[in-house]
């Protein structure tokens, strides 16, 4: 390549971030980017330097088995590597559109004055042609690679396929526009072609071009120009590198000035996307919780490598198409792997429904319970918060056609305003407003803190609906969201919802008795479905301060103004108010 200007000068240059959200969330994808650049070592071969001692001079491992041809895709005027691969036995053959034959009369080499392009054309070779024409189709590849084509490499890469990109034992390459990662198009793009490599092959060593600079991009110095080796998965058996880069192999591109010191050129996954909730430290993350939230952040990244316009999975549920948040590990997840979600909820809940009553399920996450549930009701009500669930929620409503949900992005509480609420990544289903007291395992993920809408399901819900089945799952906001919907609650047959300790002391900073006082005006049953327990009108209070108090968790307790025979014994339940009696008779 011809040298480049000096670009940027001695100091680093800080670049504003564009798209994405803070400064946080982009080091964090800048970072998980640049992982897939971290070298490792191969056992058992060594590296070596080929083609000029400066500019134009490449490290690569020292192995040529099974390797008959080079392809050299731009050169400029510089074919010293060239030379360098040629000595070893390989027909080299270049390409390059801005100069003409630079060896003529060496038989060793072959010149074409063509582009490098992701579309082949008049003047146009693309990596499938070429592979096409080269590869002998041996079980080992026999085609090196070498390209520094001028920022056209990840186009190229993108648009090459699976099959043509893993024929090569080893590529060489210059990647350049490093400091585009700021931009979001261009942040794609660059992981969509990193990824893609990666299938196939191992970073061995990274160099950067000096006649570029660094550029600082939310906290994450990244150098404008590397070049990079990449390996082949399938012919090398790989380490950790212990390496620190420039090596004793490398030498400045431009001589004039010292090379950039990379270090390991270790990008360890961040999670770090912004201050925690109540400014949890990160460092009191357990490991495996730590884990997951590095699990989501690759989940997410896979995703945006189809295109930066990907937004969810699509699933063949047993009840027809759902989206689904790719980061989800909870009921994305679920869904992914089982094709349904919580059926024995659903199962009870729907058994509470009748075909010409209505239903409000609060906490609606996705939608997975709302669309099944919607087939058997007249009307349901849907209330999500989290406004990235709620896009999902109102996709799989219009996927499955269920015309008699409404939809209501807000959050239930017990006053109309604005709240502080937590996106989680890693369990969606987690999201929450913002806790009184904060713990890493709402946090571990670093959720971003929004303001979401508020507002007193009495003031906003119909005065005459009846509802055969309030289903609630709010993540400790019940408290606050029963407040505001004691009305309701008057019209309502049956209540269900999540009992978790934690979310009582460390989200609403309340007693079960708070909580159970809400309650107990408007229903004379309490039913523990996990232990076919059922409770009875003042009995209620105490029980769930029991529960309380030693820790006893339940992703459902249901709450009935009446029981009815056929109900129970189509559930398989025993009545307790028989049982009641005949212990009283006893």
Same mark, same amino acid.
């Given at each position: 390549m ?6 940027l *000068? ?9 798209v994405a959200?803070d ?5 964090? =994808?800048?970072?998980?980017?640049l992982?897939? !650049?971290e070298?490792?070592?191969v056992?058992?071969?060594r590296?070596?330097?080929f083609g000029?001692?400066?500019?134009g *001079? ?9 390797v008959?041809? %080079?392809?050299? !895709? ?6 010293? $590597?060239?030379?360098?691969v040629?000595?070893r036995?390989?027909?080299v053959?270049?390409?390059d559109y801005?100069?003409?034959? #630079?060896?003529?009369?060496?038989? &060793? ?9 992701p579309?082949?054309?008049p003047?146009v070779?693309t !990596? ?5 024409r ?10 090196l690679l070498?390209?520094? +084509?001028?920022?056209?490499?990840w186009?190229?890469i993108?648009?090459?396929s699976?099959d043509?990109i ?12 490093? =400091?585009?990662l700021s ?18 092959y ?11 600079d660094?550029?600082?991009i939310?906290g ?6 590397l070049?990079?080796?990449? %390996? ?5 058996? @790989?380490?950790?590198?212990d390496?620190?880069f ?14 950039? @010191?990379?270090g390991?050129?270790?990008?360890q ?14 460092a =009191?993350?357990p490991?495996? $919780?730590k884990? &997951?939230?590095?699990a ?6 896979r995703?945006?490598?189809f /295109?930066? &316009? ?11 198409p ?9 009921v994305?997840?679920?869904l ?6 919580a059926?024995?909820?659903y199962?009870l809940a729907r ?8 239903a409000?399920?609060?906490g609606?996450h996705? *939608?997975?319970?709302?669309?099944r !549930? ?5 009307e ?10 709620f896009?999902l929620?109102?996709?799989?409503v219009?996927?499955?056609n ?5 939809l209501?992005n807000?959050?239930?509480?017990e006053k109309?305003g ?6 989680n990544?890693?369990n969606t289903? /987690?999201s929450?407003?913002k806790?009184?007291?904060d ?9 971003e803190i929004?303001?979401v ?19 609630m ?5 019940e408290?606050?969201?029963?407040? *505001?919907m ?10 269900s ?6 979310h009582?002391r460390?989200v609403a900073?309340?007693s %079960?008795?708070q909580?159970?006082?809400? +309650?107990? #005006?408007?229903?004379a $049953?309490?039913?523990i ?5 059922f ?5 209620i ?10 820790g006893e968790n339940h ?5 009935l103004?009446?029981l009815?025979?056929a $109900?129970l ?5 025993t009545?307790?108010?028989?049982k009641?009696? %005949?212990?009283?008779?006893?």
């Amino acid at each position: 390549m011809a040298q480049l200007p000096y670009m940027l *000068g001695p100091n680093f240059q800080e670049l504003r971030r564009l798209v994405a959200k803070d400064d946080f969330e982009l080091q964090t =994808q800048i970072r998980n980017t640049l992982r897939l !650049l971290e070298p490792q070592k191969v056992k058992g071969h060594r590296k070596a330097r080929f083609g000029s001692a400066n500019d134009g *001079g490449y490290v690569h491992l020292d192995d040529f088995e099974g390797v008959d041809t %080079a392809l050299s !895709l731009g050169i400029d005027h510089n074919i010293n $590597w060239d030379k360098d691969v040629a000595d070893r036995g390989l027909t080299v053959y270049q390409f390059d559109y801005g100069v003409d034959d #630079p060896a003529p009369d060496d038989p &060793r080499m072959a010149f074409f004055k063509v582009m490098i392009g992701p579309n082949s054309g008049p003047g146009v070779e693309t !990596l499938e042609t070429l592979v096409e024409r080269f590869d002998k189709k041996r079980e080992r590849p026999n085609i090196l690679l070498k390209m520094d +084509i001028e920022c056209a490499e990840w186009t190229v890469i993108e648009a090459t396929s699976l099959d043509t990109i893993s024929r090569f034992s080893q590529i060489t390459c210059e990647l350049h526009n490093f =400091q585009g990662l700021s931009h979001e198009g261009w942040r794609q793009t660059c992981f969509r072609a990193l990824r893609k490599l990666a299938k196939f092959y191992a970073p061995i060593h990274v160099h950067a071009n000096n006649c570029a600079d660094f550029t600082i991009i939310a906290g994450v110095p990244v150098p404008e120009i590397l070049e990079v080796t990449f %390996a082949n998965r399938a012919l090398y058996e @790989f380490e950790d590198s212990d390496e620190v880069f420039p090596t004793e192999l490398d030498a400045p591109c431009n001589p004039n000035r010292p090379d950039l @010191f990379l270090g390991a050129f270790r990008f360890q996954a961040s999670t770090e996307t912004r201050p925690s909730a109540a400014g949890n430290d990160n460092a =009191q993350v357990p490991d495996e $919780w730590k884990a &997951r939230a590095e699990a989501a952040t690759e989940r997410r990244q896979r995703l945006l490598s189809f /295109g930066p &316009r990907a937004a969810g999975l699509l699933v063949a549920s047993q009840d027809g198409p759902l989206v689904v948040d790719a980061e989800d590990s909870s009921v994305g997840a679920i869904l992914l792997e089982q094709g349904s979600y919580a059926d024995h909820e659903y199962e009870l809940a729907r058994s509470l429904i009748r075909p010409e009553g209505n239903a409000l399920i609060v906490g609606a996450h996705i *939608g997975a319970h709302v669309v099944r !549930l919607a087939k058997h009701c007249r009307e349901l009500i849907a209330i999500e918060a989290n406004p990235r669930t709620f896009s999902l929620l109102e996709a799989n409503v219009r996927l499955q056609n269920s015309t008699n949900v409404r939809l209501l992005n807000l959050a239930a509480g017990e006053k109309a305003g604005k709240i502080e609420f937590l996106q989680n990544r890693d369990n969606t289903g /987690g999201s929450k407003r913002k806790p009184v007291h904060d713990q890493f395992y709402y946090s571990y993920d670093n959720p971003e803190i929004i303001e979401v809408d508020c507002a007193r399901l009495d003031d906003i819900l119909p005065e005459d609906k009846n509802y055969d089945l309030i289903f609630m799952d709010i993540e400790g906001s019940e408290f606050f969201a029963l407040q *505001g919907m004691q009305s309701i609650l008057g019209r309502t047959n049956a209540l269900s919802l999540e009992f978790l300790t934690h979310h009582l002391r460390d989200v609403a900073a309340v007693s %079960a008795d708070q909580l159970s006082e809400l +309650i107990m #005006p408007h229903f004379a $049953w309490m039913f523990i479905p996990g232990r076919n327990e059922f409770v009875q009108g003042n009995e209620i209070g105490p029980r769930m301060r029991q529960m309380h108090a030693s820790g006893e968790n339940h992703d459902c307790l249901y709450f009935l103004k009446e029981l009815d025979s056929a $109900w129970l014994a189509n559930r398989g339940l025993t009545d307790p108010r028989t049982k009641a009696q %005949a212990e009283t008779t006893v």
